[in-house]
């Protein structure tokens, strides 16, 4: 272990140190509401940076799966009443599973036609889960949590778990760009053909890539129901992730991992505090405006504003 | 059966725009249908001051539709083509644009359907013992109309057949001394325009609320991979099957299912044949 990932790591558990700490505090039940909410898009900006950023392929799914890991919890939960562990593991899993199909697409669909194809995924599953009455079809289903969490509310407790697969989400991330991995998804992000006949073995990336992604947005999913109690399709497969998870990465630069979580904090930070004292709808509206306003203008994001004003 | 067909000619009108701009152009333009939806909210707004056909105001808005058009691609032609990066942020800039323009309309107008009642709207014909109502047989007509004015705008005029050009060497028509910017800002704009008259056949035919738009990305994008990505006939044949698809979907499993067929069609025509029915 070099001594930076040793630091890396001294890091990642100063922050899960820090978020228990802060559950310990009980603040305003709100902080830990909202925060749960940033958090997670910490996990989904990451997630989708890890294909969209790393890869260059741009995937309009996200909701999808998202939904997936929700919604096997929620399966889960029907059925066997299983632990929170159980729900994360399973939710990702199914994602993967899901994100490996998306990766033998991308066989036969680059660009354009990939991210078409992920927004019709998206749109075939709701309509297959809107019809699956065991689940809540379109009406929904109430999921109670279960009583006596290990520590604080449930909501706290939750955010805990937050903390921990949002760090743990982000060395994924960190470990894959310093790799030869994600030096192979780079060389086939610049130029496809070039880095197959460099002898990159770009299917292998690009399942691994999609695979990755995949089960990390299943992880973000999977708490969900036990979040928001009430899950309904509309809800769980909101493009409000699609725009989210595209947005973020952009907004904080997409090369590297730092960028998804200085873009998901800002830009959730910023959500939340429009929800609260504005609208909700005036905080996707800030969303639309901030992402078209940093693709026209700063393409790199703000990691690249920075790096150009050091001069590098 | 004879639903599904009158419903096809409407969804070429609606894809005629993505046809355009998509297929011969390569401009993923994803926020489409979000034009579609101000053509539709346009209509509502003449209809209920004025009193206005909303076909009527479909067809006088089309220059101020070609204008926004123009506009759009200036901007992204300036931001993206020119530095040779279009594909990646430019798909993202028009999924911005989408966003921005169903928030902006559902800040304005609220999230009530909304739907404008003609006179002939609630009238039938009776055609060899089938009903036929005049709210799908209208937008259909106007669609077909609108299929064909385009073929022939593409085949038989200068900046048609300039168009055609541009999508297939813009080098050699460079070379030639035509400016393919310019002949891609019309194009763009002709395909905005189209949006203005589809949003208003949209809205005599059903209510709309401003995230209509993403019921309709699938079906535009079907419909124009399908039809062979610009081929303006194959638009309409696509178009089509993909109407008759839907409603004996509709008929037989239930009309929760019909968004999934478009959807569907879309999914299979990509993984097995991405140069559609009639690819070049």
Redesign the interface.
Known sequence: MTPRSGLAWLAGLGVVGAGIALAGLRVNPYVYFAGYVILQYVVIATAWNILGGYA?Y?N?GTPAFFAMGAYTAVFLIQSLRAPLPVLILAGGLVAALLGLGIGY?TL??R???F???T???S??LQ??I??WEYVGG?RGLSVIRPSGPPFGSYVTFLFTVMVGLAVLSVMVARFIERSWIGRGLAALRDNEEAAECMGVPTLRLKLFATTISGFLLGVAGAPFPYYVTFVEPNSAFA?DYA?NA??MP?IGGTTSWAGPVIGAVLLGTAQQLATVTISS??N??I???V??AF??LA?EGILGLVRRLRGR | MVAGLLLGGFYAAVSLGVSLI?GLLDI?N?AQPAFVILGSYAAYVMNDALGLDPILTGLLLTPLFYGLGALVYR?YYA?FERRG?E???G???F???L??ME??L??TFGVDYRLVQTAYTSKSIDLGGVGIAFRYLVPCLVGIAMTAGLYLFLGRTFYGRAIMAVSQDQLALRLMGANPVQIKTIAFGVGIAAASLAGALLISIAPVIP?TD?DY??RM??IT?LGGMGSIGGTLVAAVVLGVAESLMATFF?P??S??VS??I??LA??VR?AGLFGR
Do not use: K, Y
Request: cysteine-free; aromatic content about 12%; hydrophobic content about 70%.
């Open positions: 260059g741009v309009f697409l036969r669909l660009g354009v036609f991210s078409i194809a927004l019709a995924l749109v075939v309509t297959m809107i019809n379109s493009l725009v595209l947005a952009m709808e005036m996707l509206f969303v639309g405006v992402l078209v693709v026209v393409p | 998509f993923a994803i901007v931001s990066e594909s990646l942020r798909l993202v800039f999924f911005g644009i966003f921005i928030v902006s559902s800040l995230s993403r990305i699938g994008f079907a991979v239930g929760s299912w968004l999934a959807f569907g879309l999914l990509l993984a991405p």
